[in-house]
T-cell receptor, first 111, second 112 residues
Framework: SQQGEEDPQALSIQEGENATMNCSYKTSINNLQWYRQNSGRGLVHLILIRSNEREKHSGRLRVTLDTSKKSSSLLITASRAADTASYFCATDAFSSHDMRFGAGTRLTVKP | GAGVSQSPRYKVTKRGQDVALRCDPISGHVSLYWYRQALGQGPEFLTYFNYEAQQDKSGLPNDRFSAERPEGSISTLTIQRTEQRDSAMYRC??????????FGDGTRLSIL
């Protein structure tokens, strides 16, 4: 069964704008990770945030985690056409290391 | 190897046949995971291994699905008596213990 839910399901923006995607989950987690998937390709790991962290940065990516609300957000700043992809959040619990993914947000960045 | 390798890339078979999907993880990665992904959806967890031990198989849909990793490296996901609903992309991932998972490009399985 899937754990995370991304919001929105689809997002279309112009190049240069910021893109914000949200993820909500249901049970307590150990880590939350964001992945990117280009159409039909494998998933690429973007960033991992642990349950005791609140914010993390990696290049143009900024991830926040609010464990009280069981939610996370991924912000991509100064978007580029190459950022067009589906973005998934995935969580794993303390008791196991298998990850549960949401259905993803399909981001389109128009040049 | 440089990344997670899955074979075959594409598999088309008739309903009722058995199929075996192979995953060769990144060298040294202890953990290996199998997922199934339907079009437009996120990956759905099937099972995972640490070394050769299967840790969790709660995601396997039914007893036609099984997986093994006998020497703690290469893994095989086997689907017996395939049905059309088994058609999907099957993805394998590997990781060091507790570290981010690295995914292969998947095997697209089509059951006719």
């Amino acid at each position: 069964s899937q754990q995370g839910e991304e919001d929105p399901q689809a997002l279309s923006i112009q190049e240069g704008e910021n893109a914000t995607m949200n993820c909500s989950y249901k049970t307590s987690i150990n880590n939350l990770q964001w992945y990117r998937q280009n159409s039909g390709r494998g998933l690429v790991h973007l960033i991992l945030i642990r349950s005791n962290e609140r914010e993390k940065h990696s290049g143009r990516l900024r991830v926040t985690l609010d464990t009280s609300k069981k939610s996370s957000s991924l912000l991509i700043t100064a978007s580029r056409a190459a950022d067009t992809a589906s973005y998934f959040c995935a969580t794993d619990a303390f008791s196991s290391h298998d990850m549960r993914f949401g259905a993803g947000t399909r981001l389109t960045v128009k040049p | 190897g440089a990344g997670v390798s899955q074979s075959p890339r594409y598999k088309v078979t008739k309903r009722g046949q058995d199929v075996a999907l192979r995953c060769d993880p990144i060298s040294g990665h202890v953990s290996l995971y199998w997922y199934r992904q339907a079009l437009g959806q996120g990956p759905e967890f099937l099972t995972y291994f640490n070394y050769e031990a299967q840790q969790d198989k709660s995601g396997l849909p039914n007893d036609r699905f099984s997986a093994e990793r006998p020497e703690g490296s290469i893994s095989t996901l086997t689907i017996q008596r395939t049905e059309q609903r088994d058609s999907a992309m099957y993805r394998c991932a590997s990781s060091l213990l507790g570290q981010p998972q690295h995914f292969g490009d998947g095997t697209r399985l089509s059951i006719l």
